[in-house]
């Protein structure tokens, strides 16, 4: 049987994650008291083929007997039941403003407390959790198809999963330099397709801008090194326990070029599926709104 405990902070994803793993298959149960945990998994075990899949949802709304957790894991180790643990991480900006846009208390904030104040001492809680989890996946910047794609990679196709998701995006400097980008990268020095009337109005989606954009031998010597720089530095940071990696490629207005290369560099690291990888182009529509202004 494989057992899969789903857990991980508070607005992260665990409920849409559960619910995922059941439309594959899998008999889940959400906010099961930590005490009947080695209960259950023994029932399954012993139910033979009847459940074969089963998934848990456990987290900080158990309350006083979330700390047993460390002890029941203890326990289901050593009677050799084999488990894994997925576990659901997201920034605290994006878990702040996804309790705001629900209008829901955190569970260790309550009523009066602060959201952060919350959110702080479950990241604290849940650190033994996080140490022993098998899969970290981070959905600050992941929408809901991209998450259920890499359920799917996990507990579906099994194929093996690194804990890295990547984000690459292309940007305009004129707009700012994205805040939680981890790596950035200047294009500004190639053929600007601006100044080409009939490729003005068009973006790097389109295939003239990036014929015109790639037919630079820069363009092509820069993606190239870009390429192998990035896949030399992706097991390092998968090493190092990184779980989520984002790449900004910048031009002027974020249109054009930058949007060749992000596409372009996207394409080359999407070969390689042992991680989670997307791709968004955050200002490839300003240009047209500030004109319409």
């Known amino acids: 049987m494989r057992l899969v405990i789903v857990t991980g902070m508070s607005g992260a994803g665990k409920s849409t994650a559960l619910k995922m793993l059941e439309d594959v298959g899998y008999f889940c149960v959400d906010n099961l008291p930590v005490p009947l945990i080695p209960k259950i998994a023994d029932l399954w075990k012993a139910s033979g083929a009847e459940i074969s899949k ?19 894991l203890d326990e289901l180790d050593e009677a050799k039941l084999r488990y894994e643990i997925l576990y659901l991480e997201s920034g605290d900006d994006v878990l702040i403003k996804r309790y705001k846009e629900t209008r829901r208390f955190h569970p260790l904030a309550g009523s009066q407390g602060r959201i952060e104040d919350g959110i702080r001492e479950e990241r604290k809680r849940l650190e033994f959790l996080k140490e022993r989890a098998d899969y970290l996946i981070d959905t ?34 004129k707009y700012g330099i994205p805040a ?9 020095f190639l053929p600007n397709p601006y100044y080409i009337e009939d490729l003005r109005p ?30 030399f530095l992706i097991p ?7 779980t989520q990696l984002v790449i900004a490629v910048g031009c002027t ?12 560099l996207y394409e ?11 791709i968004e182009h955050r200002d490839i529509g300003k240009d047209a709104i500030t004109k319409a202004r």
Do not use: C, P, W
Request: hydrophobic share 40%; aromatic share 10%.
């Open 253 to 264: 207005g974020g249109k054009h070029r930058s949007v060749t290369l992000a596409s372009a």
């Open 268 to 278: 080359a690291l999407g070969k390689n599926d042992n991680y989670g990888i997307r």
């Open 202 to 231: 068009k973006t790097g989606k389109d295939k003239e801008v990036r014929d015109y954009v790639m037919s630079s031998d820069a363009a092509v010597v820069f993606l190239e090194k870009l390429v192998d720089m990035v896949e």
């Open 236 to 242: 390092n940071y998968v090493q190092e326990g990184k």
């Open 54 to 72: 089963a998934a848990l949802g456990v987290d900080i709304r158990s309350g006083q007997s979330f700390q047993e957790l460390h002890k029941v």
């Open 140 to 173: 600050t910047h992941m929408l809901t198809r991209e998450l259920k794609a890499e359920l799917n990679k996990i507990f579906v196709e099994n194929k093996e999963y690194k804990n890295l998701y990547i984000s690459v995006m292309s940007f305009g400097f």
């Open 180 to 188: 939680d980008a981890d790596l950035v990268f200047d294009v500004r």
